[in-house]
């Protein structure tokens, strides 16, 4: 069997899957039936991909496309399925993500009251997001996408009975509805008047710029909005938190990857070129999309909130390092291309691990406290110890500190962005270099905000009685995340075996692919040359280890060696008050007075009770999203202002309605004769 034959069979399979489960999903088993099959279709799926990949890694970048042709679909067309460089990858993301989450989810799903409500949705959900990835036709892509999207809402809905979800569910479906129109729109134009839907026709097809640049801004708020752009990502911070955690790092760690996939398809395969100013508006929109999403996650309290606009962020480095491959090959310079490519196509990987690690030891958190208030947190090293270290291993790679893999998709896009000026297009000079400064930014603050993230929940005392009680989750759980953090150190003191695993993909894409990697002495990566900048992640490493054993060998030899205890620094005060510890608010507060005063309207308030008065005083704080209150939240009331005035049209009568339909029949006759 080809390659398109096992990945079209392993996502019908999982459909399967997920449909025969209405029959035992309420049985005892029946949750680690379906999670731990869908975990070896996954993983069986994964293999599929990575072969593909090795193998034309091994061939000299030369993937051969696996084509399936079935007489379903569009009458005219049938249905095209495809698996080449560019698939092959995003099926590895896909298959290796959705497998570690299936096994985690074998411990977490007993936790879960109504398992009924999500298992029949989970593993289709994981077939629908392989069929996008391998659909080579426009009508295969979008029905798999709208089922995606169907099945990953039906997910969010899991806890309806609760108002904040059904509210997070309806912005969700609004949101992947205005997503779909505008792909349907890109695809009709990529189409043309013939209505060629296949992708072999589009990519024959050759579009003039105009119609290539309205494709690209259709694909950014189509794909963008699935993904989570801002202004386009309200829908992550509201459905992250109302689905399970399982269901959480599926939509943040893979589904946004499969949008990305979807732009990456059309930008750089379908329209085979695009204009440079396309690359300025794709840079910017990364650029912005990094540091809000930041700024947003630093103002949250609740940790699966957080972790969403942290998603945000990580789709802006992304889109980053995507913008600037658009410019570079735009002017033929394929090095620069290459090199930015892989830098989108590793961090888009790196980003599925690592999130995939936080939010399943956010699940962990939540299972064990009960809570996602990381202000009721506390302390949680001493009672969940493996978590708090897998957690603290993802907490470093998202903040792009060395050695894990977080770093070296990032130090790689700030190499890409060095090269810039030998851009000739003088508004890429200038662009770029900011967006280099604004891409610093962001990885600083993400730093700051897993800072305050791991010391708020895990280190110092216990805030509430459920984080005094909370226990290690089980060992299921434990195993999947060690896989993850495991991941995170591999991929990041070995980066160059992942780099010239991608370079099928790179050369697919933009004709180009980086330096062999493997060829250099000690696992050491160098971008672009050796003079220029080069990166060791097995020295980095032993240089922490050593470092970090010669610090404690250190204070073990010259300090004391009796053993100390005693209670923390009260500043004076003889107070045990778990309170007068650093909380997520006050640690950010630096911060939010920095930024949030200007973007997000932040004001701190203090009520003070009169002399003599025993009640307590009170601080509160008040944030305002300038994007919801700035755009969709008027767009809301615009609509429903026209709903208002619309529904008069219930109430007319026989003679007002004929002289209504008249009065259109005259007009599209008019719009007709002027189109002529």
Same mark, same amino acid.
């Given at each position: 069997?080809?390659?398109?034959? +096992?990945?079209?069979?392993?996502?019908?399979?999982?459909?399967?899957?997920?449909?025969?489960?209405?029959?035992?999903?309420?049985?005892?088993?029946?949750?680690?039936?379906?999670?731990?099959?869908?975990?070896?279709?996954?993983?069986?799926?994964?293999?599929?991909?990575?072969?593909?990949?090795?193998?034309?890694?091994?061939?000299?970048?030369?993937?051969?496309?696996?084509?399936?042709?079935?007489?379903?679909?569009?009458?005219?067309?049938?249905?095209?399925?495809?698996?080449?460089?560019?698939?092959?990858?995003?099926?590895?993301?896909?298959?290796?993500?959705?497998?570690?989450?299936?096994?985690?989810?074998?411990?977490?799903?007993?936790?879960?009251?109504?398992?009924?409500?999500?298992?029949?949705?989970?593993?289709?959900?994981?077939?629908?997001?392989?069929?996008?990835?391998?659909?080579?036709?426009?009508?295969?892509?979008?029905?798999?996408?709208?089922?995606?999207?169907?099945?990953?809402?039906?997910?969010?809905?899991?806890?309806?009975?609760?108002?904040?979800?059904?509210?997070?569910?309806?912005?969700?479906?609004?949101?992947?509805?205005?997503?779909?129109?505008?792909?349907?729109?890109?695809?009709?134009?990529?189409?043309?008047?013939?209505?060629?839907?296949?992708?072999?026709?589009?990519?024959?097809?050759?579009?003039?710029?105009?119609?290539?640049?309205?494709?690209?801004?259709?694909?950014?708020?189509?794909?963008?909005?699935?993904?989570?752009?801002?202004?386009?990502?309200?829908?992550?911070?509201?459905?992250?938190?109302?689905?399970?955690?399982?269901?959480?790092?599926?939509?943040?760690?893979?589904?946004?990857?499969?949008?990305?996939?979807?732009?990456?398809?059309?930008?750089?395969?379908?329209?085979?070129?695009?204009?440079?100013?396309?690359?300025?508006?794709?840079?910017?929109?990364?650029?912005?999309?990094?540091?809000?999403?930041?700024?947003?996650?630093?103002?949250?309290? %609740?940790?699966?909130?957080?972790?969403?606009?942290?998603?945000?962020?990580?789709?802006?480095?992304?889109?980053?390092?995507?913008?600037?491959?658009?410019?570079?090959?735009?002017?033929?310079?394929?090095?620069?291309?290459?090199?930015?490519?892989?830098?989108?196509?590793?961090?888009?990987?790196?980003?599925?691990?690592?999130?995939?690690?936080?939010?399943?030891?956010?699940?962990?958190?939540?299972?064990?406290?009960?809570?996602?208030?990381?202000?009721?947190?506390?302390?949680?090293?001493?009672?969940?110890?493996?978590?708090?270290?897998?957690?603290?291993?993802?907490?470093?790679?998202?903040?792009?500190?060395?050695?894990?893999?977080?770093?070296?998709?990032?130090? +790689?896009?700030?190499?890409?962005?060095?090269?810039?000026?030998?851009?000739?297009?003088?508004?890429?000079?200038?662009?770029?270099?900011?967006?280099?400064?604004?891409?610093? +930014?962001?990885?600083?603050?993400?730093?700051?905000?897993?800072?305050?993230?791991?010391?708020?929940?895990?280190?110092?005392?216990?805030?509430?009685?459920?984080?005094?009680?909370?226990?290690?989750? %089980?060992?299921?759980?434990?195993?999947?995340?060690?896989?993850?953090?495991?991941?995170?150190?591999?991929?990041?003191?070995?980066?160059?075996?992942?780099?010239?695993?991608?370079?099928?993909?790179?050369?697919?894409?933009?004709?180009?692919?980086?330096?062999?990697?493997?060829?250099?002495?000690?696992?050491?990566?160098?971008?672009?040359?050796?003079?220029?900048?080069?990166?060791?992640?097995?020295?980095?490493?032993?240089?922490?280890?050593?470092?970090?054993?010669?610090?404690?060998?250190?204070?073990?030899?010259?300090?004391?060696?009796?053993?100390?205890?005693?209670?923390?620094?009260?500043?004076?005060?003889?107070?045990? %008050?778990?309170?007068?510890?650093?909380?997520?608010?006050?640690?950010?507060?630096?911060?939010?007075?920095?930024?949030?005063?200007?973007?997000?309207?932040?004001?701190?308030?203090?009520?003070?009770?009169?002399?003599?008065?025993?009640?307590?005083?009170?601080?509160?704080?008040?944030?305002?999203?300038?994007?919801?209150?700035?755009?969709?939240?008027?767009?809301?009331?615009?609509?429903?202002?026209?709903?208002?005035?619309?529904?008069?049209?219930?109430?007319?009568?026989?003679?007002?309605?004929?002289?209504?339909?008249?009065?259109?029949?005259?007009?599209?006759?008019?719009?007709?004769?002027?189109?002529?």
């Amino acid at each position: 069997m080809s390659a398109v034959d +096992l990945v079209l069979t392993g996502a019908l399979l999982l459909m399967a899957l997920g449909l025969s489960s209405i029959l035992f999903a309420a049985r005892p088993m029946g949750s680690t039936i379906v999670y731990a099959s869908a975990g070896v279709l996954s993983a069986l799926v994964a293999l599929v991909g990575l072969a593909t990949l090795v193998a034309g890694a091994g061939a000299g970048m030369n993937v051969g496309a696996s084509t399936l042709w079935l007489p379903i679909g569009l009458p005219w067309i049938g249905a095209h399925f495809r698996v080449d460089a560019l698939a092959a990858f995003f099926v590895i993301v896909v298959g290796f993500g959705s497998s570690i989450i299936s096994f985690y989810s074998i411990g977490y799903g007993r936790h879960e009251h109504e398992p009924w409500r999500v298992l029949p949705f989970y593993p289709s959900f994981i077939g629908a997001m392989l069929l996008v990835v391998i659909a080579d036709d426009a009508f295969s892509f979008l029905l798999s996408w709208e089922v995606m999207s169907l099945l990953s809402w039906a997910l969010v809905l899991t806890h309806h009975r609760e108002s904040a979800v059904r509210s997070s569910g309806l912005v969700y479906l609004i949101m992947a509805a205005f997503g779909t129109m505008s792909l349907i729109l890109a695809f009709g134009l990529l189409a043309g008047p013939l209505g060629a839907y296949d992708f072999q026709s589009m990519r024959a097809s050759g579009q003039t710029p105009l119609v290539g640049s309205v494709v690209v801004i259709l694909m950014l708020l189509g794909a963008g909005s699935k993904a989570g752009i801002v202004p386009l990502h309200i829908w992550l911070p509201l459905a992250h938190p109302a689905a399970p955690s399982h269901v959480s790092a599926m939509m943040s760690g893979i589904m946004t990857k499969v949008a990305i996939y979807g732009f990456i398809r059309v930008t750089f395969d379908l329209l085979g070129g695009t204009s440079w100013w396309m690359s300025e508006i794709v840079l910017a929109v990364g650029a912005v999309t990094a540091v809000m999403g930041v700024l947003y996650a630093l103002m949250q309290h %609740d940790l699966k909130r957080l972790l969403a606009y942290h998603t945000v962020e990580n789709i802006g480095i992304i889109f980053i390092g995507l913008g600037l491959a658009m410019a570079f090959r735009h002017y033929d310079m394929n090095a620069a291309a290459a090199l930015a490519m892989v830098a989108a196509l590793f961090h888009i990987f790196n980003h599925s691990v690592f999130k995939n690690l936080l939010f399943l030891g956010a699940g962990a958190v939540q299972t064990a406290t009960g809570s996602r208030d990381m202000e009721k947190m506390g302390g949680l090293i001493h009672r969940m110890p493996v978590t708090s270290l897998l957690f603290l291993v993802a907490s470093v790679a998202i903040s792009a500190l060395p050695p894990f893999n977080g770093f070296v998709s990032e130090w +790689l896009t700030f190499q890409a962005i060095l090269l810039s000026p030998d851009l000739p297009d003088w508004g890429l000079k200038i662009l770029t270099p900011g967006v280099g400064g604004m891409l610093a +930014l962001a990885a600083a603050l993400a730093a700051a905000c897993f800072v305050k993230v791991y010391g708020v929940v895990f280190l110092g005392r216990a805030r509430s009685e459920v984080a005094k009680t909370a226990r290690e989750v %089980d060992r299921w759980s434990l195993a999947t995340m060690s896989v993850l953090a495991l991941v995170c150190l591999l991929a990041g003191v070995f980066p160059g075996v992942i780099i010239d695993t991608l370079s099928p993909v790179s050369h697919a894409l933009v004709q180009a692919t980086m330096p062999v990697q493997s060829a250099d002495p000690w696992m050491t990566i160098t971008p672009v040359a050796s003079g220029r900048s080069s990166y060791n992640g097995v020295l980095v490493l032993l240089f922490v280890t050593m470092s970090g054993f010669f610090a404690a060998w250190v204070i073990h030899r010259f300090a004391s060696r009796s053993l100390r205890r005693a209670p923390a620094w009260d500043c004076g005060f003889e107070l045990d %008050d778990p309170s007068t510890q650093y909380g997520a608010a006050s640690f950010a507060q630096p911060i939010r007075r920095t930024f949030g005063t200007k973007i997000f309207s932040a004001r701190e308030s203090v009520t003070m009770p009169p002399p003599g008065s025993t009640a307590p005083a009170k601080f509160s704080v008040s944030l305002r999203d300038p994007v919801w209150d700035g755009f969709f939240a008027r767009v809301s009331g615009a609509v429903t202002w026209l709903a208002d005035k619309a529904n008069r049209l219930q109430f007319l009568t026989i003679r007002q309605y004929l002289s209504v339909v008249f009065a259109a029949l005259v007009l599209l006759l008019l719009v007709l004769t002027l189109w002529k």
